[in-house]
């Protein structure tokens, strides 16, 4: 077969489909050394390509560098139009991203009509986030409708999970002594009467019973979210904002979140409603880490029952030895103190190595967590187990 109309190839002609895909990829100079020639969707398909990758020298923020996408809404606004037609919803908010990086395209997010325009996600959210003191307040209420888009697909797609998980780990970590029989712990009962084995008749005796509390009545966890909003954790803040509302709304959990660059804001009174708590943040700045845990260690009131959890990339501002021996203080008094490198689903960032070494010698890993995982992370910090790290790659 040939050619279709729109002038891809088909998918019986494996060797002209190889051909095409490579054109679009290498972007039509003469020295590609393809010779294909593009026409209808093809040919539209590479003019949005070439308009935000046309030129091949180093991006310098603010200066219009592509073939055909000027700095100004109309044009953006057209080029957002066309990949939303041609390209994936994955694909498209890698290249909004890409055209924020490379064009200096990110005061156009100022005007309304752009935010309607755009496909949101929560590195978009992360950029509205920045913005958000320069935003004029036309924008402000689009913006927060974008925001709360995206928020409210988080928590569609983590909220029930995260309860479920929580709510088991806070059930297995209220141990009682007379349980009854559905309550029945059978693997720690069997553990804690090991002595009472009776090979004759090849049983053991079940002189103590160990059993699940009922979170609901008996239990009551503190967890600390101490979340860095230094530029580079955008993602992690939204991410935390929306597990921290999670969170709070179980009444089980009593729930803190702490945000910080040089200074310290305590928003948890915010948690009710998570597009407050990121309208509440200030992306940017300096970082003073011990400044946070020492706010942090100062409200909490049950040690052995509170999980602190630092989401930070661990570049710290303020004094590094304070901060070790916060940590290692809240630890002795029976804290889980858990160390996030980032919230996000794209792994860790750049991050201060020497620190997380020195986390880690005091019993407090440091390791990048995907929403997906964070669950999981938490139920093993409520149960004082060992946290699931993810193997490095």
Same mark, same amino acid.
């Given at each position: 077969?040939?050619? !279709?109309?729109?002038?891809?190839?088909?998918?019986?002609?494996?060797?002209?489909?190889?051909?095409?895909?490579?054109?679009?990829? #290498?972007?039509?100079?003469?020295?590609?050394?393809?010779?294909?020639?593009?026409?209808?969707?093809?040919?539209?398909?590479?003019?949005?390509?070439?308009? %935000?990758?046309?030129?091949?020298?180093?991006?310098?923020?603010?200066?219009?560098?592509?073939?055909? #996408?000027?700095?100004?809404?109309?044009?953006?606004?057209?080029?957002?139009?066309?990949?939303?037609?041609?390209?994936?919803?994955?694909?498209?908010?890698?290249?909004?991203?890409?055209?924020?990086?490379?064009?200096?395209?990110?005061?156009?997010?100022?005007?309304? &009509?752009?935010?309607?325009?755009?496909?949101?996600?929560?590195?978009?959210?992360?950029?509205? %986030?920045?913005?958000?003191?320069?935003?004029?307040?036309?924008?402000? &209420? !689009?913006?927060?409708?974008? *925001?709360?888009?995206?928020?409210?697909?988080? &928590?569609?797609?983590?909220?029930?999970? !995260?309860?479920?998980?929580?709510?088991?780990?806070?059930?297995?970590?209220?141990?009682?002594?007379?349980?009854?029989?559905?309550?029945?712990?059978?693997?720690?009962?069997? /553990?804690?009467?090991?002595?009472?084995?009776?090979?004759?008749?090849?049983?053991?005796?079940? &002189?103590? #019973? *160990?059993?699940?509390?009922?979170?609901?009545?008996?239990?009551?966890?503190?967890?600390?979210?101490?979340?860095?909003?230094?530029?580079?954790?955008?993602?992690?803040?939204?991410?935390?904002?929306?597990?921290?509302?999670? %969170?709070?709304?179980?009444?089980?959990?009593?729930?803190?979140?702490?945000?910080?660059?040089?200074?310290?804001?305590?928003?948890?009174?915010?948690?009710?409603?998570?597009?407050?708590?990121?309208?509440?943040?200030?992306?940017?700045?300096?970082?003073?880490?011990?400044?946070?845990?020492?706010?942090?260690?100062?409200?909490?009131?049950?040690?052995?029952?509170?999980?602190?959890?630092?989401?930070?990339?661990?570049?710290?501002?303020?004094?590094?030895?304070?901060?070790?021996?916060? *940590?290692?203080?809240?630890?002795?008094?029976?804290?889980?103190?858990?160390?996030?490198?980032?919230?996000?689903?794209?792994?860790?960032?750049?991050?201060?190595?020497?620190?997380?070494?020195?986390?880690?010698? #005091?019993?407090?890993? /440091?390791? /990048?967590?995907?929403?997906?995982?964070?669950?999981?992370?938490?139920?093993?910090?409520?149960?004082?187990?060992?946290?699931?790290?993810?193997?490095?790659?």
């Amino acid at each position: 077969m040939t050619d !279709t109309q729109d002038g891809a190839a088909t998918p019986t002609d494996p060797a002209r489909e190889r051909l095409r895909r490579w054109r679009l990829v #290498l972007g039509g100079d003469p020295a590609d050394g393809t010779g294909h020639a593009l026409s209808g969707q093809d040919a539209a398909m590479d003019g949005a390509l070439a308009a %935000l990758y046309g030129k091949g020298d180093e991006p310098q923020a603010g200066r219009d560098r592509s073939a055909g #996408l000027g700095a100004s809404a109309p044009s953006v606004a057209r080029w957002l139009g066309d990949i939303r037609t041609y390209f994936p919803s994955s694909v498209v908010q890698v290249m909004q991203r890409d055209a924020i990086d490379r064009l200096g395209l990110a005061t156009l997010l100022l005007e309304p &009509e752009m935010l309607e325009a755009v496909e949101a996600d929560v590195h978009l959210v992360g950029t509205l %986030l920045s913005l958000d003191k320069a935003m004029p307040e036309t924008t402000k &209420e !689009t913006a927060r409708v974008v *925001v709360r888009k995206v928020v409210e697909d988080l &928590e569609e797609r983590l909220a029930t999970r !995260t309860r479920a998980t929580l709510t088991g780990a806070l059930d297995r970590s209220a141990r009682v002594s007379r349980p009854r029989h559905h309550d029945i712990d059978w693997n720690r009962t069997i /553990a804690a009467n090991l002595k009472h084995y009776l090979p004759e008749h090849r049983t053991v005796v079940p &002189e103590r #019973l *160990v059993g699940y509390g009922r979170a609901s009545r008996s239990v009551k966890k503190e967890v600390v979210l101490c979340v860095d909003q230094s530029g580079s954790m955008a993602a992690s803040v939204v991410y935390a904002s929306v597990f921290g509302a999670v %969170l709070a709304s179980m009444r089980s959990i009593d729930t803190r979140l702490v945000v910080f660059d040089t200074a310290v804001a305590d928003l948890t009174d915010q948690l009710d409603d998570p597009v407050d708590v990121l309208f509440g943040t200030r992306l940017g700045g300096g970082t003073d880490i011990n400044r946070a845990l020492a706010y942090c260690q100062s409200r909490i009131t049950r040690p052995a029952e509170t999980v602190v959890v630092l989401i930070s990339d661990l570049y710290e501002g303020g004094i590094r030895d304070e901060m070790l021996k916060r *940590v290692a203080a809240m630890k002795a008094s029976g804290v889980q103190f858990v160390t996030l490198l980032a919230l996000s689903d794209e792994g860790a960032p750049a991050y201060d190595r020497e620190h997380a070494a020195a986390l880690a010698a #005091l019993g407090a890993p /440091a390791f /990048a967590c995907t929403p997906d995982l964070f669950p999981e992370v938490m139920a093993a910090a409520i149960e004082k187990r060992p946290l699931p790290i993810p193997d490095a790659r």
